[in-house]
Nanobody, 119 residues
Framework: QVQLVESGGGLVQPGGSLRLSCAASGSIFSSNYMYWYRQAPGKQRELVATVTSDGRTDYVESVKGRFTISRDSAKNTMYLQMDSLKPEDTAVYYC?????????????WGQGTLVTVSS
């Protein structure tokens, strides 16, 4: 079974930090690319961060310098460390692994975890 399970969301004040986790089942973690997306109320889902199997990363401009994506193959888990959070970071965050042999050619999404940045 291919599955992603997210955790770590919650309510945080502006300027605070949260770390999201995405636990992967089966062979998914051998995928080359893994992503974090987010969807704010009334907006389209956007790609926030990318990590490859060899550790290369990329970020949307609005989170550069504040968010850090990483993956731990020993734990089959991907992370998103979010620092200096802003109200505009409020969204449901999803981890994603695109279709590949490792996912049995399924586009795999987590269930989402809500991040609310508010005072």
């Amino acid at each position: 079974q291919v599955q992603l399970v997210e955790s770590g969301g919650g309510l945080v004040q502006p300027g605070g930090s949260l770390r999201l986790s995405c636990a992967a089942s089966g062979s998914i973690f051998s995928s080359n690319y893994m992503y974090w997306y987010r969807q704010a109320p009334g907006k389209q889902r956007e790609l926030v961060a990318t990590v490859t199997s060899d550790g290369r990363t990329d970020y949307v401009e609005s989170v550069k310098g504040r968010f850090t994506i990483s993956r731990d193959s020993a734990k089959n888990t991907m992370y998103l460390q979010m620092d200096s959070l802003k109200p505009e970071d409020t969204a449901v965050y999803y981890c994603n692994v695109p279709p590949s042999r490792a996912t049995r050619y399924i586009n795999v999404w987590g269930q989402g975890t809500l991040v609310t940045v508010s005072s």
